[in-house]
């Protein structure tokens, strides 16, 4: 097959096309470079808006916003969060960052998130209301919070994972590092628990180089998040602080960046649905390859458009000797040599199949068409 391309196709980068520079040079010009500044506040005000949560709290990554929120949510030393077993690493080292341990479930066979239906049942048959809260009958331990992860930016039906937190007293903290501008009936992700993630990692839908946001309709939380993420600083002149805080403000200079990003969000969603649209219409004619399943009340961002093929080696391969960046799904972590001994709660261990068969194509926002379908014919090539 003759190749149209002359230059690499990469899997997710950013697209700067608005008002980076513009913003970035205002910080150098008046000097505002680091955590204080008028564009952290802008870009927190800018993510509130858009997702509809009261408060947004910037930090230096994702994986710092999900551990203040497992300190917010009152996790501690020795107790479990449900996490879901394919994820990024990002997820369950927060839990291990606040002293506690991950205690995984498997996914749903199409949708790849969180298996609604095994959480239930080991919630049901496994646990037990004790006098610190909801208690895993095999060791004692607490189960304080569950951290549903809406991987590729695809969500689980949210009323239902709310319904069942609730009914079993589990804080809910959403790792929406992939999912900014899904919705699950209209409602933005990150909005259904108590608190919320986002993450602006190079490679996610918008991006500041590397930051992260909390979001929470809890006035309280959101204060203390601010206090926390400031090294815990009780006087704003003289170096006193009332407890242990952390250096986790995101930058002026970087709040710039993802401002001038949120402008342009609408635009790189639509672009990335433009493309998962073809991906889709390209092979959905091939028996050997699926698709992850969006639940009809979701509108997905298409972060990270996802295959699912037995011929994922061969795949893999070909994408890759003819310029394209592909990659497989995370690696499930119960298999991770530091959390091997953690419960894992399965029964047909779907999250070892779909990583053995799933591979991300490229979906940059500035991704072509003509190289989408460039990407779809190296496959059915493969293929066929």
């Not at 479990?80 to 960052?97: D, G, K, Q």
């Not at 919705?183 to 930051?211: D, M, P, V, W």
């Not at 090294?231 to 704003?236: I, L, S």
């Not at 699926?290 to 295959?307: A, G």
Request: charged share 20%.
């Amino acid at each position: 097959m003759k190749s149209i391309i002359s230059e690499p196709i990469p899997l997710s980068i950013p697209t700067l096309g608005g008002n980076e520079w513009t913003y970035i040079k205002e910080c150098l010009d008046t000097n505002w470079v680091s955590s204080v500044g008028s564009y952290v506040t802008a870009f927190e005000e800018s993510i509130a808006s858009y997702s509809g949560a009261p408060y947004a709290i910037a930090t230096v990554n994702g994986t710092a916003a999900l551990h203040i929120c497992l300190l917010l949510a009152g996790v501690e030393r020795d107790d479990y969060v449900i996490v879901p077993n394919i994820t990024f690493i990002a997820s369950a080292n927060s839990v291990a960052y606040a002293g506690a341990n991950p205690l995984f479930i498997d996914i749903e066979e199409g949708s790849w998130q969180l298996d609604l239906n095994l959480l239930e049942e080991f919630l049901s048959e496994q646990t037990e209301e004790g006098a610190s809260g909801r208690i895993y009958k095999k060791d004692g331990k607490r189960i304080k919070a569950i951290m549903p992860v809406h991987v590729l930016g695809n969500m689980a039906e949210m009323d239902k994972l709310l319904e069942i937190s609730r009914r079993y007293g589990l804080v809910m903290i959403e790792d929406s590092t992939e999912a900014l501008g899904s919705r699950y009936k209209g409602q933005h992700a990150g909005t259904f628990g108590e608190l919320g993630c986002f993450s602006f990692n190079g490679n996610k839908i918008i991006t500041t180089g590397g930051g992260g946001m909390i979001v929470t309709s809890d006035e309280e939380k959101a204060q203390r998040a601010k206090h926390l993420t400031t090294q815990a600083k009780a006087d704003p002149f003289a170096y006193v602080h009332d407890e242990i805080g952390y250096n986790y403000r995101l930058v002026n200079i970087l709040a710039a960046m993802g401002l001038a990003q949120m402008e342009q969000l609408d635009e790189f969603k639509a672009v990335r649905t433009r493309n998962a649209d073809i991906y889709r219409q390209e092979l959905s004619g091939l028996e050997e390859i699926s698709f992850q399943n969006i639940h009809p009340e979701v509108e997905v961002n298409n972060w990270l458009f996802t295959i699912r093929s037995s011929h994922q080696e061969n795949l893999i391969k070909k994408l890759l000797d003819n310029k394209v960046q592909t990659r497989p799904l995370w690696v499930p972590m119960n298999q991770l040599p530091m959390f091997g001994h953690l419960p894992y709660i399965q029964s047909e261990d779907i999250s070892a199949k779909v990583h053995s068969e799933c591979l991300s194509l490229p979906s940059s926002s500035s991704l072509k068409e003509e190289e989408v379908r460039y990407v779809a014919q190296l496959i059915k090539s493969c293929i066929k």
